[in-house]
């Protein structure tokens, strides 16, 4: 089953510093029908402007990752970590017990990234950040970025037994990738066919489509796009 969300169907919050998407009820936009994806709960689609960005704000008990489309965003927190995240590269933030956090452009041009939150497996552990390059690939499949398995030795790890791929894909290419338990699938640019044994979308920059009842589905690139997809109970 596939269920395909156009980026028209976004919730929208502009607010002027910050232009975001919301996948599912955020903030100030609530939509009964998305509340999560199981244990995924936010996927919001920012561009943050200049020179502004997050002030510190509390989180606690939530895997937060972030993939950085454009840009470069600017993390400090209560524990002591601070860095740079650049396009290309992903960061990963296990909330725990409780964590102070803010996250900045400080650059000169916008900031494009997804925040992605996942529901933890294991709750109050010890507030953590991390952040890794992932060279960007135009091959026959996404390489892994994020991962809360123990094999997955090359991943970020989370607290969760789910698995997020991403990276880029040549026109033309089509491969056939695994679901172990049930994807959403992000258009970060691009145009692209998803299909399984049920149904078929056909997705441009800025879409969503969650899969359900199917090991595996095929991705067709009708264009050079890039493909975020987030497996996750």
């Known amino acids: 089953m596939i269920e395909h969300i156009?980026?028209?169907?976004?919730?929208?919050?502009?607010?002027?510093?910050?232009?975001?998407?919301?996948?599912?009820?955020?903030?100030?936009?609530?939509?009964?029908?998305?509340?999560?994806?199981?244990?995924?709960?936010?996927?919001?689609?920012?561009?943050?402007?200049?020179?502004?960005?997050?002030?510190?704000?509390?989180?606690?008990?939530?895997?937060?990752?972030?993939?950085?489309?454009?840009?470069?965003?600017?993390?400090?927190d209560s524990v002591g970590n601070s860095g740079v995240t650049k396009q290309g590269q992903v960061q990963v933030m296990s909330a725990g017990t409780g964590i102070v956090h803010e996250e900045y452009n400080r650059s000169n041009k916008d900031l494009t990234l997804y925040q992605i939150w996942i529901q933890p497996n294991e709750r109050d552990v010890t507030p953590r950040w991390g952040t890794k390059d992932f060279p960007a690939k135009r091959d026959t499949k996404l390489p892994l970025l994020v991962s809360g398995f123990s094999e997955d030795n090359d991943a970020l790890f989370i607290h969760q037994k789910a698995r997020i791929y991403g990276g880029k894909i040549k026109a033309g290419t089509t491969f056939t990738h695994p679901i172990n338990h049930q994807v959403y699938v992000l258009a970060s640019s691009g145009e692209f066919t998803v299909e399984n044994e049920y149904s078929t979308a056909q997705m441009k920059k800025g879409d969503g489509a969650q899969i359900t009842m199917s090991q595996t589905f095929k991705i067709t690139a009708r264009t050079d796009c890039e493909i975020v997809i987030i497996d996750a109970p």
Do not use: C
Request: no cysteine; charged share 15%.
């Open 6 to 76: 156009p980026f028209e169907q976004l919730g929208k919050a502009n607010h002027g510093w910050l232009n975001a998407n919301h996948h599912f009820s955020f903030a100030n936009y609530y939509n009964p029908k998305r509340m999560g994806f199981g244990t995924l709960r936010v996927i919001n689609d920012d561009i943050i402007a200049p020179n502004t960005g997050f002030a510190p704000h509390p989180h606690d008990n939530m895997e937060i990752i972030t993939y950085v489309r454009s840009g470069s965003v600017s993390h400090k």
